[in-house]
């Protein structure tokens, strides 16, 4: 569970050829104070209390390798509102699929590369870095917009002096229709006959 030498703020590299039969393959990955400094940084959070990755390495057919597992972590980040540290524990499922020749057609170039419909599928290669799994399925569990309990965002009215500030309301794309249809139904109501 050391750093690696690329740019990731945590690297697990395991060697799918290198586990022993078919599996599954229990892995639990625990970043330790630096590392969990250094996920924090790099997705911008304010802190990262701790984290855990629990998942199962199994093959799929004869030279494919599958994962399941579960980010777990523990994050602060600033309120969208007010700035102030919001703390949120996420859990989130995580699969993902390695294929054997996936993309690796000799008549395909590098930029023709056929990429898998699915998202979790990617080309198997001789290491996977399990860590680096874990900080992208944290990023993409994190809560895009934190609030804090209680904040409440006020709305902003800009415009140029002397002239009246639109709405959210008026700046919906059907409020000018519902405007005239309403104005139009005022002058077009019949007068009683009483």
Known sequence: ?????????????????DLPGEGPHDITLVPDAAALSAIAADLGLDGLRKMRFQC???????????LTGRIGATVVQPC?????P??????EDVERIWRAGLGRDDEETPHEMEMPDAVTEEPLTVEIDLG?????????????YPHAEGAV??????????KQAMTDEEARPF??????RDKLGAEEEPESDE
């Open 132 to 144: 680096v799994v874990a900080v992208e399925a944290l990023a993409l569990a994190l809560p895009l």
């Open 153 to 162: 965002m006020a709305q902003a009215m800009f415009t140029e002096p002397g």
């Open 56 to 66: 199962q390495m199994q093959t799929l057919g004869k030279r494919d390798w599958r």
């Open 1 to 17: 569970m050391s750093p690696s030498d690329s740019q990731n703020p945590y690297s697990h590299v395991i060697r799918p050829a």
């Open 80 to 84: 969208v509102v007010t700035l102030a």
């Open 86 to 91: 919001v703390t949120t524990r996420v859990e």
């Open 175 to 180: 409020a000018s229709l519902a405007a005239l």
